[in-house]
């Protein structure tokens, strides 16, 4: 099988990133190009968890040896303190600026200077609103766990969210294009009913529908308004009316990130490589079409 996909990310021209196994690579899909990219030091026995491209077009690659920035050919090790632990929920702000957390702490790097805050709480997600407040999913524990809500940062004061507060459900949350928060309740602790989408509209909070798959792994919103849902083998789609089950081109394997270049879906996986589902609906395996073992 193809190498384990850990995730994906476009960058402004609409090459695509991704991180295989120990490998960071990007794919130019319109010349059919792909380079391999990576510390003098190498990665061979650091694990990598997230990739994403900043505004700016640098790419971030969260590992366990701390984050990574690759800018004008140079890397630069941010966050050292976090080696041998996972860094997750990071993300970009409309500003430029980067969040992201390990535990309860959550870290912002804003004009070439980090900050933290500690939290009583983990961080299971974050997101950031148009008009720049940072939202957080919390909880505690780690095999019994318990929510401990959605919190709303100003920059200045952290306020509960009530709608958001029930102690069972831990919250995915994501924004999309117009503005929509989107709070996805992807794992109930007691498993004693299904999980929920719920959206935040700048006024009102709305129950869309339960999901009966509980277990989302990763989401995101495209230009048409689309919910993207990961959860195992599956890959679903919430058009606003509706959640749809996606048939996808292989018939055994998890889908383990997803990505998106407009409205064009691309998913990575745990043994079946990358593929990317276009406009008219057909399926694109660039890990066969496009290799970059080797280079």
Known sequence: GDEFIHDLSFDNLGNLWSLEGNHLFERNLTIGKCLEYKPDLGWDNIPLNTVFVAQDDSVWAATTK??????????????????????????????????????????????????EVTLDHKVWSLAISQDGDLWASLYEGSEAILSRGVWRFDGNTWIPVPELSDEKNLYIITTSPSGTIWFISNRNVNYDHPGNIK???????????????????????????????????????FDGAQLRTVPLPFPQGIVTSIANKENEICIGTDTQGIWCLDTKDEWHNYSRELPCIGQ
């Open 66 to 115: 701390g984050l990574w920035n690759f800018k004008n050919g140079k890397w630069t090790q941010y966050l050292p303190q976090l080696s041998g632990y996972v860094i997750k929920n990071t993300i970009l702000s409309p500003d430029g600026s980067i969040w992201t957390s390990h535990s309860n702490t959550i870290y912002h790097f804003d004009d070439n200077q980090w900050s």
């Open 199 to 237: 959206i935040f509209d700048g006024n009102n909070f709305i129950l869309l529908y339960d999901v009966e798959r509980a277990s989302i792994h990763d989401i995101l919103t495209t230009p048409n308004g689309f919910l993207w849902l990961t959860a195992y083998s599956n890959l679903l789609v």
